[in-house]
Structure formats: C-alpha cells, structure tokens
C-alpha cells in the first residue's frame, strides 16, 4: 500500500467511530429545547411548529420548555450550565447577543458559552403607523418628524428588542429627535398606535403583517434587505437610507453548551436541515411573517452568529441604546 492509500484508510477508520457513537449513541432519549418566549409568543410558535419534524429526523420526542425572564437571560444562563451531551438546547437568538452587548456583567456569553447548530428563521420589523396616519410614506414621516423636533413618539416592547432598536436606528441615521416609550410587552404596541399614544412604530413582520392587512396599521418600511412577499409594495429601509445598519432581522436558531462533540452538533444539525426543507412548516413560517433560514453548516451558522454580534454592537452604539 503505498504512503498516499494508507492515509486514505487510516481516515476513513478514524471516522468510523464518530459515525458510530452519533448512529447508536445520540439520541437516546428526549431532547429539550429551551424556549426564552412566552408560550404563544411568535418565535415559541415558530419553535412548536416545527417541534414534531425535528423530532422526526432525530427519531426523539423534543420537549420544549419555557424559561421566560430578563428578555431570553435566564434560559441562556440555564443552557450555558447544562450538560454538554446535545440533550439540552437553547433557542438562542440575536436578542441574547443585544442583551450581553447592553449588559456586559451577565454571567452568560453567547459567543464562548454555546456551539450554533443551526439557524431556524428570521424576521424583519416594518415600520408601521395607524391606518388613517397623514403619513403615506417614509419621508413623509421623516419630514414631519424634524418639523416637530421632540414631539414624535415611538413605542416598543422594551428597552433593546428589535422594535426599540430599530426606531432608534432610524432616528439616529435620519437625524431625528424622537421619545421612546417603552410598553409592557410588543403586544401593546398596535393599541398604542391606535390611542395615538405613539406616532410609529417598528412590529416584527409576524405581528405587524396581519395587522397591515388588516386594516388596521399602514406600512411605510421594512427592516429587511429584500422587500416581504407579504408586502411587495413596501420599500425597504436600506432603499431609502442608504446604509447597511438600516438592514435588520430577528432570528433564532438552535445552540447547544460549549463543549458538546461534534459528532453529537452533526446529528442535530443533519436533523435541522431536513426539518426546514418541509414544504408546510416554510409555508407555516412564511405565513407568519418569517422565513425558514437554512444555514449551510454549523460553522456557517456560528459565523453568522459572530457577524451579528459585531453588527449589533455597531447598532446598539450608534443608537446610543443603554439598558436603563
């Protein structure tokens, strides 16, 4: 045998093994996912929906459980503890990367404490106002906004989601000087509007969309790159803006504790992928206001996850976002 076929066979032995343990070994019993939203909040809907085909790939039940508290905080410091055996997930997302970006002293790193699997779905935010605003565009917001400096008020869930970031992003690129108001949950937001308490606001598309088609809200942006299927008509903010942080998308995806084989990240990320190629469940999402993202490793999935970390740290500081 000469040099260059014994190293072909020696790689193909040492192979075998990890084929093996992940075959026969994982998984051998339910897997959890641990949820940081609310039950029947929009991503845990995501997450549920797709519970049953991913345990299908794996030939496991998935458990999913809900740890709500401190946007996503506590079920990240959870998973981050748990045993590295791929038995315990966390339904990680860029809200933990805005979080530990506002709050550096939390005992959690969403960089060093997890290994991305693989992202699951994504979600712009669409600039919205009532549906009888004077507002039919963006710049007719823009412009009535620095005709009134200080009087305009734009409402979110909370200090650092995605609503309050997005609005600060806009008022720190178009040089406007608007209120924040933080409101007791994203679900307040549209009642809000409607009360004229706040002037715009920034939804996630799963939330805003219905509403948009409903009548109820009018849609002058969205935070995505590419304009929605949802709401063709709809520029984007990065067409009218000009700039790269103006582009905006929730996601979450599957993270599993620091340290878990690879073997083990193989077999669940195997699982993923062919949960998200479902015809139903990209249907299901898609009708929700979200996208099916694939991603084409888990090492492009923690590369992604890395970019996002720098991208939100540009945005959190150019909105000059703190978490008081």
Known sequence: ????????????LALVPLAVRAADGFPGKPVRIISPYA??????VQLRQAGPALGEALGQSIVIENKVGAAGVLAAQYVAQAAPDGYTLLMGSNTHLIQKILQPDLKFDPIADFVPVSNFASSPTVLVVRADSPYQTLEDLIADAKAKPGQMNYGSGGIGTSAHLAGATLASLAGLK???????GSVEIAASLLRGDTQFAFPVAGTGVPQVKGGKLRALAVTSRQRLKQLPEVPTLHERLKNELA???SWFGLWA????PQDVIAVLFAAATR???TPALQAAFEAAGNEAAISESPQAFAAFVRSENRKWAEIVKLAGVTAS
């Open 275 to 277: 949960t998200l190629k």
């Open 178 to 184: 608007v209120t924040h108001i933080p409101l007791k």
């Open 247 to 249: 582009v905006q998308e």
């Open 39 to 44: 039950a029947g909040g929009g991503p845990d």
């Open 1 to 12: 045998m000469d040099r260059r076929s014994f190293c072909r066979a020696a790689s193909a």
């Open 257 to 260: 504790p620091a340290r878990t």
